[in-house]
């Protein structure tokens, strides 16, 4: 299952912050998660993945998994400074048509990545290298920080910050994302016009 691409078309349009915000407060992934490139950006169907520790091959499978759109995220048990994914699992990656990939550990041959034009969002960039001991889950749900992540769920993600949106409540966040955007742009032409922020507040 899969959510509308029309909805995850409409979501992507905000920003993370709009709608971590919008959405309640809820769904941001750890803040030290981040882009590997300033303005990569990523918007999609989450295919969830654990790997083992030093272990990339749920990774390998799980390119073969997801569908075409998909952006893989990934759990690692334990020991995140390695390089658990590179240019070779990317140019995979995109023959299959996914569209990005997050994962809760470190990543390598980031000028490359970079270069091909692949969304990666990581902890870092490490040059250690992993096996392939069997083990882990591909497809099943994970949870990184306090986030639960389902298959299908939705991950947006940009130079703030991830955030997972649960598929059923995709229209929800859409709409409240857009009352909070049209309530903020009368507040930054109160603002131009003069009025303070502590005015427009008005702040105990």
Known sequence: ???????????????????????????ALPGAIKPLSQTMKICGPAFPLHCLSLSNIN???????????????GSVAGMPNAGYWGDILTCAAQKKGLKGLV????????????ELGFSVFSRGVNILGTGKERGGSVGVTI????VEINLGDVIIGDRDGLVVIPAEKLQEVIDASRAREDKEEVIRCRLKNGESSLEIYKFP
């Open 59 to 73: 990774l390998h499978e799980a390119i073969y998994q997801a569908q075409a759109g998909d952006i893989l995220v």
């Open 1 to 27: 299952m899969r959510p509308d691409p029309k909805l995850i078309k409409k979501i992507g349009q905000y920003g993370t912050a709009t709608i971590h915000e919008a959405a309640g407060q809820i769904g």
């Open 143 to 146: 949870i990184i920080g306090d």
């Open 103 to 114: 994962l809760d550990a470190c990543v390598r041959d980031a000028d490359d990545i970079d």
